[in-house]
């Protein structure tokens, strides 16, 4: 049998290899030392150009079309939710009728831009006037900001629709398989067992498609609306200065950042059963 006589002593830990300066990193801190200027030029016109009399003039105008567009986003992502449920579960329907017609809808509406949309519903639907009014809708298609929501809702019921049924797919069969063996009846597995590990695997699309109305919302200003690009329009107009756009943005941004930690913590708190 053999043994140590002596310990081996302490050796330092061995010394990391230098970074050599490759064409694609000193493009990349070329890069980031562009926009570091570029965001640096931007806070100094801000700045520079910073008027009190137009913000206390123009702000509370800013602030109410920050109102509209929350609400605007807010009415329609709930509504195309529910709009979005009987679509999905048309598109993983074994009925070829029902899922030509879901497949045809979600085709139509994620293949067209969002202001087509808007203005096939504010303008064109103005040709049925007789027969919207004989239903007793005319009162809602004849108002902007009815148009706006109705527009973004069948938009957005569309991209969710289809971000629900990727989702639903995406459970393992052996799911409901074991809810079967169980005696659970199918809609009760699908609602307590299936929908819930769907919702989770959906929650991070779901937020990318709730940050990209939140920019599209925008185009509701051409039909009137008084959103928030609605009421930056009408500052500019009366100004002239850029910088209400420049503050337009600001705003946009916030609403994305703010909605994009908010969206990470719920994630995080959804999701903590399934980290060690």
Known sequence: ?????????????????????????????ILVAFWALFA???????INGWDPDKFTRYGPRYLHGLGVTLGLVAISVVCGAVLSLPLAMARLSKSKVLNALAYCYIYFFRGTPLLAQL?????????????????GIWWFFRDAWYCGIFAMTINTAAYQAEILRGAIESVPHGQRE??????????????????PQAL??????????????????????????????????????????YQTYLWAAIFYLSIVEALRHLWAWIERRLTRHLKR
């Open 1 to 29: 049998m053999s043994y140590a006589e002596t310990l081996i002593p302490p050796q330092p830990a061995p010394r990391e290899a230098a970074r050599r300066m490759t064409r694609t990193r000193l493009a990349g801190y």
């Open 40 to 46: 640096a030029l931007l806070v100094f016109t801000v």
């Open 119 to 135: 203005f096939l519903v504010y303008y064109g639907l103005g040709v049925f006037r007789p027969q919207l009014e004989s239903v």
């Open 178 to 195: 074991a809810a079967a063996a169980l005696g659970i009846h199918q809609n009760i597995a699908f609602r307590k067992i299936i929908l």
């Open 200 to 241: 989770i695997v959906a929650l991070r699309p779901y937020g990318n498609e709730i940050i990209l109305l939140i920019k599209g919302s925008a185009v509701v200003a051409i039909i009137t609306v008084l959103d928030l690009m609605g009421e930056t329009r009408y500052a500019f107009s009366r100004t002239f200065d």
